[in-house]
């Protein structure tokens, strides 16, 4: 740990520098991946690497599927992935412009320590906020560039995960979501959990809106083609259809109960992008 807090501020004034830099970084990763394996053997748990062995097809599709902050040096945009928000269809339509990093283990792992120097090589984490954006790339780039992100009304959101999780058996939660008597359970368990919320991949520490253009979903069409003409790029005629559900109007999942305790637990979320039960209201602006 002491050797990548040091390596952390080591300044690089040359190829050479930037050459020894990355060879420290390496020896040290390499080092901490030995003790591991040595702990790992020494614990009797040896097959455990049989789970960390990926097929290069398996690679392939979680790179197809992988939606992540999408980021254009030539147009200067970045666009913050927020789930459930028709980003699947927004990523395809800009895919043309975008740039694509390395998605290497060990340009994750470099880019996540914040070693990387050169903008183009910093790889994201799939829906990376907008604060760890800023943070990850060359200080004032952020800002320089033009940052967008969509949302969706709180109460339709939820629906839309509960569903996801419930209709996909390799979700993560499907298995326990599945067993659930209704949505009414959905969303007991997500205010135990309290980890399902939008502003904060949008918003910083005070809750300010850092992105300069926030979409909303409810008028994905008409903000989407405000964004092209900002780009200066060509709308598409039609958006694309990406992991697309038919499922019945929202406010039908919603008892009592269930709206106050939503509108209780995600106030965040419903103030910030102005939304009340029924969908956007005048409170909806931008940054």
């Not at 902050?69 to 043309?96: D, E, M, Y």
């Not at 058996?169 to 919320?197: A, I, L, N, P, S």
């Not at 005629?237 to 008892?255: I, V």
């Amino acid at each position: 740990m002491t050797g990548i807090c040091e390596i952390g501020h080591y300044e690089a004034r040359s190829s050479l520098d930037h050459a020894l830099l990355d060879a420290q970084i390496r020896n040290i990763v390499a080092g901490s991946w030995q003790l591991a394996s040595n702990s790992v053997r020494e614990k009797g748990f040896g097959k455990i690497s049989r789970r960390f062995r990926f097929s290069s097809t398996i690679i392939r599709e979680n790179m197809k599927r992988q939606k992540t902050v999408q980021i254009s040096f030539s147009h200067k945009f970045i666009f913050i992935h927020v789930q459930r928000t028709a980003g699947g269809s927004l990523i395809t339509a800009l895919r043309p412009h975008e740039h694509r990093a390395s998605v290497t283990r060990w340009n994750k792992l470099i880019s996540r320590a914040g070693l990387r120097r050169n903008p183009k090589k910093v790889s994201f984490r799939t829906h990376e906020t907008a604060l760890n954006v800023r943070r990850l790339l060359p200080v004032g780039m952020y800002e320089e560039f033009f940052s967008f992100a969509f949302v969706r009304n709180p109460y339709s959101w939820l629906v839309s995960e509960f569903e996801v999780v419930r209709q996909n058996q390799h979700h993560r939660h499907h298995k326990y979501v599945v067993k659930m008597k209704d949505f009414r359970e959905y969303v007991e368990w997500e205010v135990q959990r309290g980890k399902r919320y939008q502003y904060p991949l949008v918003a910083d520490e005070d809750g300010r809106i850092m992105v300069k253009f926030l979409g909303h979903f409810e008028r994905l069409r008409q903000d989407y083609d405000k964004v092209c003409e900002k780009l200066r790029i060509p709308s598409m005629d039609e958006l694309p259809h990406e992991h697309k559900r038919t499922t019945a109007d929202y406010r039908d999942y919603y008892d009592d109960e269930t709206r106050e305790k939503v509108a209780e637990y995600w106030q965040k979320d419903i103030v910030l992008f102005g939304y009340d039960f029924e969908g956007l209201t005048n409170r909806a602006n931008q940054p």
